[in-house]
């Protein structure tokens, strides 16, 4: 068996250890004679599985106790109109515009209301965070529903290093591609949610964090699919309906490894770590060139390219000869991406860097 340097932007690298307990349970799970994957979601087994992944996602994050977890399927992108269907009371929202997923967000939620781009870095190719000064200016108005961001912009390699002032507005983040990357104050936010498939499991979960008085009696249209109704999924522990349960329990069991690798802040040091590798490189580099503006830069995606297409292209095939995958840059941008979520390790991310020297130095 070998496997390789994963920089996937996700589905992503997991832990090897979480992928060998699965194994290892996947015939029998705990001597109940058959497979997790072909038991009721009602069993009792099974609501073990989903209460320990609840109740170690709460101590890992801290999620306080007005605020409910829930384990939703669609992505993040049924997020996208979740978000506003639930949550647009009277109708009008602020969305910052930092990147494509943020844009799509934006634009889903026009179909339901009025949803205002705050500020936005597309005229900069989105290579930084926008201007947080509008969103806490319209935030204090007290005529906004919620301000919405994106914290961290998978596919241009930026994240917000602080957070806008909302005051008394909720702030709702997708956190998809920074989620268990770093301590989350869950306090700062109305509702957070991220698409499992990078930092927290498999494709095919989202979590979703929301504090209990912005489910009110259910959501803020009528024409919310029940699905959708956070209201209904907080009452029903999110098995309104048949929940993606091997998801759930390979969540759970990321969740368990984050904590046994020293939780949140051991993981911010090392993805911090991890990303000065690279970005070090970058900033001497003469032959590649990073993306994001340095105040702005992502520790969980990197992004960079060469000075041509063609360039970009022989390196990113010396690099599969070499066991490295996963780094081209998103479709929408090109380049190179090097996605270093928490179970990349920095071993990998020490290959990619003594490739990155390699080629830099055969081309000089
Ligand atoms: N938001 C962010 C930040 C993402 O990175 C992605 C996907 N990579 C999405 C939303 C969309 O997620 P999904 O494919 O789970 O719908």
Redesign the pocket.
Known sequence: MQRVHNFS??PAALPESVLQDAQAELLDYRGCGMSILEMSHRSHAFSEVIQDAENTLRRLVGIPSNYHVLFLQG????QFAGVPMNLMRTGRAGYIVSGN?ARLAWQEARKYGEAEALSSSEETGFDRIPDLAPAAERAAAGDLDYVYI?Q???IFGTMFSTLPDCGATPLVA?V??CFLSMPLDVERYGLIYA?A??NAGP?GV?VVIVRDDLLGEGPALACCPSYMSYRTQADKDSMMNTPNTFGIYLCGKVFRWVENEGGLAAMEKRNRQKAKTLYDLLDRSEIFVPTAQPESRSISNVTFRCATPELDEAFISGARERGIEGIKGHRLVGGMRASIYNAVSQASVDALAAYMQEFEESRR
Do not use: I, W
């Open positions: 932007a996700g992505g993040a992108t049924l997923f994106c961290n912009n998978t997708d998809s591609s698409g498939q990078k494709a989202t």
